[in-house]
């Protein structure tokens, strides 16, 4: 069945340090991928996306990576932030369905 | 351009009264989902509605759970004759189109069942 997974379900950085959160996903027929940002009583929050016929896109500080060969997925952040402290999903949409496929999360801690 | 708005943000209910949840779309966004979060949990997919349809209820709980996108207004996600185990967040997200677009989130509604 489909399923989208995290390597790492936490997550320690020094501020300044650059972040790397994983993903894997089991459905070889996906093809886009988000990444979202989820503060504490916040909904999540849009951070990049990436579609399969790409293995890689950059945005502001963040970088997404996709390795389709292992169905991999996942997040660079550059000079992590305070603000960077939160719960980050993978999700996995497409390959013919209209659910988004969410990942259990990964909770990044920046310490100062 | 306000995003997607969800009222109430909290909504205490005692077992077997009604919760009624509404999400109101970003401007020009058609395609509404809802989507369930236990604490320390990812998203489940709950529900997909277009205007006046309903595309994928595949999430759903075959009973008590209901949802709607009516021509005019918000979406609603009703739950009847609630039970502890509904205490969750619900979060909405509205798409411009369907499949394979990116979905922006509302800040939740927090249920509570006593």
């Known amino acids: 069945g489909e399923s989208v997974g995290l390597h790492l379900p936490t997550l320690s950085v020094q501020e300044g340090d650059n972040s790397i959160i994983n993903c894997a996903y089991s459905n070889s027929a996906s093809d886009y991928f988000i990444w979202y940002k989820q503060e504490s009583g916040k909904g999540p929050q849009f951070i990049i996306d990436?579609?399969?016929?790409?293995d890689k896109r950059q945005g502001q500080r963040v970088t997404v990576l996709l390795n389709k060969t292992v169905k991999h997925l996942s997040l660079q952040i550059a000079a992590t932030q305070p603000g960077d402290s939160a719960v980050y999903f993978c999700a996995e949409n497409g390959a013919g369905g209209f659910k988004t496929i969410f990942g259990a999360g990964t909770r990044l801690f920046v310490k100062a | 351009n306000a995003g997607v708005m969800q009222n109430p943000r909290h909504l205490v209910r005692r077992r077997g009264q009604e919760a009624r949840l509404r999400c109101s779309p970003m401007?020009?966004?058609?395609?509404v989902y809802w989507y369930r979060q236990l604490p320390e949990e990812g998203l489940k997919f709950m529900v997909y509605l277009q205007k006046e349809n309903i595309i994928d209820e595949s999430g759903m709980p075959k009973e008590r759970f209901s949802a709607e996108f009516p021509k005019e207004g918000p979406s609603i996600l009703r739950i009847q004759q609630v039970v502890r185990g509904d205490s969750a967040a619900y979060f909405c997200?509205?798409?411009?189109?369907?499949?394979?677009?990116?979905?922006?989130f509302g800040p939740g509604t927090r249920l509570t069942v006593l």
């Open positions: 990436i579609r399969s016929n790409m």
């Open positions: 997200a509205s798409s411009p189109g369907g499949q394979s677009d990116t979905q922006y």
């Open positions: 401007k020009g966004h058609s395609h």
